[in-house]
């Protein structure tokens, strides 16, 4: 797989790398299949604890590939099932924090969407661009960037195409954090890092119910909530925790 690279940086962490300088990182249908591939499998390894995904200085992704898709057809488009591969990321259940330099447009932005922490240059640059070249958003762009900055920014935004700065990103609640440039892939992975050392069933669970929660009524997001809390008094984890804590010494979390 060379569309994606693999790193592991740090025992526990995963670094995906899109890999196309060539053509700005787009997304094409090989970088789209490798990156569902990898959430999939490192969603499921035991030895993985958080997941950076990036791409480059340039580019994190700017956009899906327009070469890939100026001439295809509708029911070409259906039939290519492009939403399964979006939702194997999606569905990660391991923490994703995207690492954004440069261009996070089109289908870049919406794959950043799909991210649970993001961390942002300050020259980096957002947009939902797809109206200029006679379509619309089709990755979450119209759901999960309204949900992130609410409704007026989020039309101003996908109807113009107007690109935003990491820095108006981190104002808008588009970014988690904002970070010089050259800062923004070790500021990532020190998050990725901290997150590894937590104990994964209460992260696991804290990922489930947050986004699950996102689309419930209060009454039922607060039910979930509490039954994961209450689940989590089953964990090991949880018993060692707070034994640590009472001991006055760091503990050792095995993910059970
Ligand atoms: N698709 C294909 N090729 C691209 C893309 C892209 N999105 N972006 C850049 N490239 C290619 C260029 O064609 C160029 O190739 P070549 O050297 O062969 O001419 C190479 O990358 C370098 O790009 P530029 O020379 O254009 O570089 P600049 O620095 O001048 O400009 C920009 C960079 C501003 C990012 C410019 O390339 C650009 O505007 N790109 C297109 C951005 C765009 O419109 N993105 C949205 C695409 S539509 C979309 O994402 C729909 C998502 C729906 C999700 C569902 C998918 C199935």
Redesign the pocket.
């Known amino acids: 797989m060379t569309e994606v690279l693999l790193e592991k940086p740090f025992d526990s962490v995963a670094l995906l790398r899109i890999n196309r300088p ?3 990182n ?3 249908g090989e970088v ?1 299949r490798q990156l569902a591939e990898h959430m999939t499998a490192l969603g499921t390894d035991p030895s993985i604890r958080a997941i950076v995904m990036t791409g480059n200085q ?2 994190f992704a ?8 100026a001439e295809v057809g509708a029911i070409e ?1 259906m039939q ?1 099932n ?1 939403h399964l591969l ?1 939702r194997a990321i999606g569905n990660c259940p391991k923490p994703v924090i995207a690492a954004v330099n440069g ?1 996070a ?4 932005c ?1 794959l950043v969407m799909h991210a649970d922490i993001i961390v942002a240059g300050e020259t980096a640059s957002f ?1 939902q ?2 109206v ?2 006679g ?1 619309m ?3 979450g ?1 119209t759901q999960r960037l309204t949900r992130a900055v609410g409704k007026f920014k989020a039309m101003l935004m996908v109807m113009t ?1 107007q690109a935003i700065s990491g820095t108006e990103a981190g104002q808008m609640g588009l970014a988690s954090l904002v970070v010089p440039d050259a800062e923004v892939l070790d500021k990532a992975l020190e998050i990725a890092k901290t997150i590894s050392r937590m104990p994964p069933v209460a992260i696991a669970q804290i990922k489930e119910v947050l986004l699950a929660g996102q689309d419930a009524s209060l009454d039922t997001a607060l039910m979930l909530e509490r039954k994961a809390f209450q689940l989590l008094f089953a964990s090991a984890d949880q018993k060692e925790g707070m034994k640590a804590f009472i001991e006055k010494r760091k503990p050792t979390y095995q993910g059970k």
Do not use: F, H, Q, T
């Open positions: 060539e053509a700005k787009a997304l094409n789209r340039e580019a700017a956009g899906a590939d327009i070469k890939d898709m488009l290519r492009n979006w261009y447009w089109g289908g870049g919406e947009s661009p797809e200029k070249v379509i958003p089709g990755a762009g195409g």
